[in-house]
Every structure is written in structure tokens, then in C-alpha cells.
């Protein structure tokens, strides 16, 4: 069973920032396509962006500019920075993993059925 764990989230102002962090099991952080998504209330879980095991990166549209993704492999974790929040980023944040190409496909990385491994979520709240 592998394991992932976010941690960062919290309640900030319009237009404020947040880093969140997913811990990870080494193999997961070396081996695995990971991503995050996050849920609204009554909304879908949404990609937000990805990290895969090549390096590469990918953000939904309505975050680029604002949301950086990235590793730190010698801390098993995957980091999303998040600026310029908007209470339109207020949801729960999960992090994902699977393996193999789902993070190589441009449409597979956003669908959380394609990830098999969940943390227990974030919980972000942008107040305006």
C-alpha cells in the first residue's frame, strides 16, 4: 500500500499564497506520476496540475500562471505553490499518484480515476 499525506493547507485573504505538501513514500516519489486535484463542495474533483517521473510538468489552464508544481526527492515530497488565490481556489486539495504514463498524457493526468493512491486531502479557504 503505498502512502501519500498533504499537509499546508489553511484560510487566507484574496490574493494571498500557500504552499502545500504531499509526503510520499520514496517510490513513489522516484517512480510514480503524481498529481493534485482539488474538490469543491457540490462541485467534481478537478486536475490541477501534475508532476511526472521525467520531470515534466502540467497545470490546468484556469491555475497557470498562479500555481507552481514541484519535487524535492531528497524530502520525498511534491510541493504545489500556490499564488494570487481567489475564493475560486477554495476547495479540498488531494494529492495523487499512479504508475506508469498517466502523467504523460495531456488528458489522463486530470481524471482521478486514472490514480489508484490518495492522501486525505487539504482544505483551502480564500476569504474575499
Known amino acids: 500500500q503505498e502512502h501519500l499525506g498533504e499537509s499546508g493547507g489553511g484560510s487566507v485573504q484574496d490574493g494571498g499564497s500557500l504552499r502545500l505538501t504531499c509526503a510520499a513514500s520514496?517510490?513513489?516519489?522516484?517512480?510514480?506520476?503524481i498529481a493534485w486535484f482539488r474538490q469543491a463542495p457540490g462541485k467534481e474533483r478537478e486536475g490541477v496540475g501534475s508532476f511526472a517521473r521525467d520531470g515534466s510538468t502540467r497545470l490546468a489552464e484556469s491555475v497557470k500562471g498562479r500555481f507552481i508544481i514541484s519535487k524535492d526527492t531528497s524530502k520525498n515530497s511534491l510541493y504545489l505553490q500556490k499564488n494570487a488565490l481567489s475564493p475560486d481556489d477554495t476547495a479540498m486539495y488531494y494529492c495523487?499518484?499512479?504508475?506508469?504514463?498517466?502523467?504523460?498524457?495531456?488528458?489522463?493526468?486530470?481524471?482521478?480515476?486514472?490514480?489508484?493512491?490518495w492522501g486525505q486531502g487539504t482544505q483551502v479557504t480564500v476569504s474575499s
Open positions: 520514496k517510490a513513489i516519489v522516484d517512480y510514480y506520476c
Open positions: 495523487a499518484a499512479a504508475f506508469g504514463d498517466v502523467c504523460d498524457s495531456s488528458t489522463r493526468w486530470a481524471i482521478a480515476g486514472a490514480f489508484p493512491y
